[in-house]
């Protein structure tokens, strides 16, 4: 990264810190993304309030790689240096701070360790503000809270740019290999993918840790190695939320953080009660993956599935609500009016009401060897991260609704170029007109219409894909290193047994035992609970997974919001 001297210097800034005026310091980053903006006079003083100055030495370490809940820094005078693998050879310097700036990325709100080290570069001071501090001003401030917010947000696109953080590295063939890294992906946790069969460095690394190459894949997390750790081993080592404590009960537990889940979190934390969220992956769901939301309320310009989910997560937090990721659903049972859900690999949890908010998974396609691609060139998402593994390469897209349709606009300025192949003759069937307008203008974008695939071609890795015209069954062969699939979705109830109703497809039937409304307050009630509560009382469905839903981040999201009114009559009555 470069350390140019910053174009903000200059004596005009308004954001000069009191006593510390004047120009940039000389090798500070440049912020072309405001990643990292100066606080003023004013903001200073009301962080001033929750912490201490203090001064600190040349090579002081203010927190180390890998710390948790380490103190919220502002420099003040001098400056410090962010340093990825400090003392190891992969050493370097990520960004170097002066008087103003503020240290840190989104690891000091969510608890996870840091992924590098903060070191002085010379004498100055500093202001420490304890984490807990932090956390409670960005909740009560909301000028500065969105300010820090917004920068950590950035901060982290960045490391994942960089491909700092994690690193792990394995075969392109091997599955553990590709669940690791889905696995850092779909948690937006900054990671390098070291290939055993296409990085030189990769072998060079294994033989500098003493690792066969037949050992791997292996994750090097702050420093420490791991040989092929499951998804629960790696979210410990980074110090995600751990499963909750052996015989966990809660007033509310949302089963699934996609948009509903997290949702029906912020509504049940902030009314006060007991709320624990639990998801099998990560928290955002399928919108977590989506480069680009551009229909939801209030962002004119688009949100990334993954800012929004970390938002929320945040604000979920700040009134209280536990995580607990990743954490499967395996089973629900009611007894004596309360709910038991099992987990894969941690103890079971009790609640009063169960919010299920598991979604819908996208289907596979129909193909031979499918499973054999699966593991190294298939992707049911479109993120920044798979977009990086698939930079300058050809790719496909099956599919003709919006997933496919924003994976286009998406991939096309990453990839060489993109075949979207679609079922349908008219892509106007499944498709947002908005989208289609993007689409059709982009130069290395080409579409298959009335198509479908046939076969996919390659030795161990992808590297065709053949297609047949469904009319004429004309056959050609598209090169594409990289297939994506969006082809509907099948919901996530196996969980469910037979506890609750289903519908023919899967889906959970709501509404069926509602009585008939009295009066007006009753009526609300009545209403809610048509839309919304499964066949066991206390149990709500919202979003993608209740039968019948609107398969939109808002749609789900409402229906959060509407369970927890459900949720609060229950926890009131009992
Ligand atoms: C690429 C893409 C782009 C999209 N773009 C848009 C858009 O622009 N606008 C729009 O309005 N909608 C969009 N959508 C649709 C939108 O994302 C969904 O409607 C929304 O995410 C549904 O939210 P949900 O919370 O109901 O389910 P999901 O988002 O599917 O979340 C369900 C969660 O439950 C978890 N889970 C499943 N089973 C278990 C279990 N047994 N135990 C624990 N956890 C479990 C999953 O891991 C998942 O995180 C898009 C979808 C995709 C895939």
Partial sequence: MSTKPTS???????????????????????????????????????????????????GETLFSEGERNCDFFVVLAGSVAVIEGRGRPEERVIAVHGHGRFLGELSLLTGEGSFYAAV??????????????????????????????????????????????LQIVGSGYSPDARRLRDFAARNRLPARWLDLEADPGAEALLSQLGVAPAD????????????NPSNAGLAAAIGLPAPSAPSAS??????????????????GA???????????TATGGQAGTSPRIENYLGFPSGISGAELAD??????????ARFSVPATATSIARNNGLYTVRLDGAAPVTARSVVIATGARYRRLDV????????????????QAEALLCHDDPVAIVGGGNSAGQ???????HAADVTLIVRERDLAEHMSRYLIDQIVRIANVRILLGTHVQELLGDQALEAVAVADDKTGARRVIRARALFVFIGVTPCTSWLGDLVDLDDHGFVRTGQHTPRAADGAEAETCWLRSVLEASQPGTFAIGDVRSGSTKRVAAAVGEGAMAIRLALDRMQSM
Avoid at 20 to 30: D, F, H, L, N
Avoid at 311 to 320: I, P, S
Wanted: glycine share 12%; proline share 8%.
């Fill in 311 to 320: 938002r929320a997560v945040l604000q979920a937090r700040k009134f209280g």
């Fill in 8 to 58: 903000e210097a200059g004596a005009g800034d308004p954001g000069w810190p009191a006593g510390a005026s004047g120009p940039a310091p000389v090798g500070e980053t440049p912020d072309p993304y405001g990643a990292y903006p100066r606080l003023n006079d004013a903001q200073i003083a009301a962080l001033a309030a929750l912490g201490r100055r203090r001064r600190v030495r040349p």
């Fill in 407 to 413: 994976a286009t606009v998406f991939l096309s300025s």
């Fill in 250 to 267: 809660c007033d509310l537990l949302v089963v699934g953080a996609g948009p509903a889940g997290l949702s029906a979190a912020v509504y």
């Fill in 270 to 280: 902030s009314e006060g009660m007991q709320t624990l969220v639990l998801d099998a």
């Fill in 216 to 227: 791997t894949p292996i994750v090097i997390v702050h420093g420490r190695l791991l040989r």
């Fill in 120 to 165: 002085a570069t010379g004498p100055g001071e500093v202001l420490a503000v304890p984490a807990e501090r932090l956390r409670e001003l960005v909740g009560r401030d909301p000028a500065l809270g969105d300010l820090i917010l917004r920068a950590y947000l950035i901060r982290r696109s960045i490391l994942i740019g960089l491909g700092a953080g």
């Fill in 368 to 383: 031979p060897r499918l499973e054999h691609f699966e593991q190294m060139s298939i992707y049911y998402a479109a993120s």
